[in-house]
Each structure stands twice: as C-alpha cells, then as structure tokens.
C-alpha cells in the first residue's frame, strides 16, 4: 500500500482525535466550575432555572429557588455559576449595567430620531381599492363564458 491510500484514513483519525480533545475540554471546565461552586453563588440550571446554592454535597446540591423554597438538584443540572452581578441583573431585575462603547436600541425609533415622516416619503396605501367598472365587466363576461363551457357537458367533474 502507498501513503496516498493510507492519507484519506489518516485525515479522518486526526479529525475525529481534534473533536474529541475539544469536547473532552469542556467536559473538564464544566465538571471544574461545578466543582468550583460555593454557598451563596448564582446559578443557572441546564433547565434554565435561576437560583442560590444553599448547600453542596458529593452528587447533589441544594439550591433556593425562591426565599423559602428549596430543591435538590443532581450536580450535573448545573448549567453555568454566574457572578453576583449577573445574577442580580437577572433574578432582581438590577439595571446596573457596565457597558462599554455603544449601546444597540431595542427598536428603529432612535435611528430615525431628527427626520420626520412627511420628508420626501411616498405614502403607499395598503387598502383595498375598489375596482374600475371595466375590470368588472370583463370578469363578469368571463365568468358567464365558464358557465357556458359547464353547460356543454366539459365541466369539472367531482
């Protein structure tokens, strides 16, 4: 056999050893921040739940939910710790945020902010317009000519 042949198979063992080595990394940093985990700290559940760590055993950890409420929760439903920040930001509705730079708005009214709308803008009127007597004689001629086809017997047959 010449290394020609042997290439596409040794192309195909890299590529797959690459994705494993990658998926395996993040394996590793998610076991690592699970484990990183204190009382006290911000989390979201992989179910996309917000809560506290109230306290963390070998498997399992105990999160509140709500003041009051407490449920227990296998480590691995541990979809990401957040920074207390954060945490604030979306639990508490907190709108302290530090953004840096330029702030993108929610809809187009800023960009439109010193135009008016009657500046050179054609209207376009999307209703119904009603339609020219002559439009309305050919379709009735038309429709009077299918019934006349119907009659002789070459209708749509159901």
């Given amino acids: ?32 921040m699970r484990n990183d985990m204190q009382p006290g700290t911000g989390v979201r559940t992989i179910g996309g739940m917000y809560a506290t760590v109230k306290e963390i055993q070998e498997d399992t950890v105990l999160l509140e939910v709500a003041p009051g409420v407490h449920a227990v929760y296998a480590k691995n439903s541990i979809g990401a710790v957040l920074d207390d920040a954060e945490y604030n930001r979306i639990v508490h509705g907190d709108d302290e945020l530090e953004t840096e730079g330029t702030v993108v708005p929610d809809d187009a ?42 009659a002789d017997g070459e209708g749509d047959a159901k």
């Fill in 1 to 32: 056999m010449s290394l020609v042949t042997l290439l596409p198979f040794i192309v195909l063992i890299g590529a797959m050893f690459l994705m494993t080595r990658s998926a395996k990394k993040k394996q590793q940093a998610a076991a690592q």
């Fill in 109 to 150: 009214s800023s960009l439109t902010a010193g135009e008016s709308a009657d500046d050179d803008v054609a209207k376009i009127d999307l209703g119904k317009k009603p339609e020219d007597e002559s439009v309305a004689k050919d379709t009735e001629a038309k429709g009077a000519e299918a019934k006349d086809a119907k």
